[in-house]
Nanobody
Framework: QVQLVESGGGLVQAGGSLRLSCAAS????????MGWFRQASGKEREFVAF????????YIADSVKGRFTISGDNAKNTVYLQMNSLKPEGTAVYYC??????????????????WGQGTQVTISS
């Protein structure tokens, strides 16, 4: 059974930085893509970032472009989300997601089969 475990969330002041990690285990296929989404209280979950298995393809949502970076370590089956210049509107539960195979881009929630439990990120003003 695939498990995704996020870590690195917490409370940070506006303008600060956090690095989220998501470790995958139980994988039965070597090739997979991963992504990050977030859900603020009372709002729908939204796409944040994507990285393909090879790392050749990555994409950052316009709302966080220039401030967030996604990277991966295939040897550790781990994906990272580096978040800089954080803003209070970024307060949300951040989820990582995974699906087998590889594509040039996965933006929709329906394109990911496996999800982590989420990690809370709170940004104070």
């Amino acid at each position: 059974q695939v498990q995704l475990v996020e870590s690195g969330g917490g409370l940070v002041q506006a303008g600060g930085s956090l690095r989220l990690s998501c470790a995958a285990s139980g994988l039965t296929v070597r090739t997979y893509d991963m992504g990050w989404f977030r859900q603020a209280s009372g709002k729908e979950r939204e796409f944040v970032a994507f990285i393909s298995w090879s790392g050749d393809n990555s994409y950052i949502a316009d709302s966080v472009k220039g401030r967030f970076t996604i990277s991966g370590d295939n040897a550790k089956n781990t994906v990272y989300l580096q978040m800089n210049s954080l803003k209070p509107e970024g307060t949300a539960v951040y989820y990582c997601a995974l699906d087998y195979g590889t594509r040039s881009l996965r933006l929709a929630e329906t394109e990911y089969r496996y999800w982590g439990q989420g990690t809370q990120v709170t940004i104070s003003s």
